[in-house]
């Protein structure tokens, strides 16, 4: 008896956005991507720089950040697998809101604008799922605004990590990020963020280790940021 044996997933296995496509639309997706590298601390796009490509995010993790006139930067979002960045300037045809720069090594698909929207004009199922990735965004830069007025900084750092710790179970979870990109993501200064992070490692919730931080209760730090117990 012939055994047939799962078929391995492709590029886009997980992304929801090109969940819902045939196999074959799949493949043609991929054929017309190109393949991208980034290495940890190279820009992806500059905010107003032509949104000419959907990047689809294989391995790595970026940070879309905005720059103040004073140089300030302040991260909106961390972007891991299997999520996409650029759709919205791809949808508008208008430069890129924000920037993005690869705080891991990456690698990414690039779809280019024009095989964009004739994907999306021919297979309108994809519609829903763009919809909804811009409706997560909506509502990540509402909680954001929200918890600058509701959360104190020591709040905002603890959400920053437990947001960066993602939906692992590991008892102990490494945060490959410096405590200056974390100081841009909660809104705060790098003195007091440090004050913040030195705060929850005297009371054993986390550790520093060089450029790392090492989350070790993370139910400490979602009680600290008024985040509901799951």
Known sequence: MEVRLPEPGDALTGVEMFAGLEPEVRQRVI???VPRTYRKGQLLFVENDP????????????????TAPTGERAVLSVIRPPDV???VSLLDASTRSASAEAIEDCTALALSRPAFMELVHSNPRILDA???SLGGLIRRLTEQNADH???DLPGRVAKTLVRLAGESQAPMITIELNQSQLAEMAGGSRQSVNQAIGSFASRGWLRTEGRRIVVTDVAALRRR?????R
Do not use: H, P
Request: hydrophobic share 60%; glycine share 12%.
């Open 31 to 33: 054929a017309a991507a």
């Open 51 to 66: 949104g000419e490509s959907l990047i689809v995010l294989r391995r790595g993790a970026v940070a879309v950040f905005r």
């Open 85 to 87: 960045l650029g759709e």
């Open 130 to 132: 763009v919809m909804r």
């Open 149 to 151: 007025v509701f959360l």
């Open 225 to 229: 940021a008024g985040m509901n117990d």
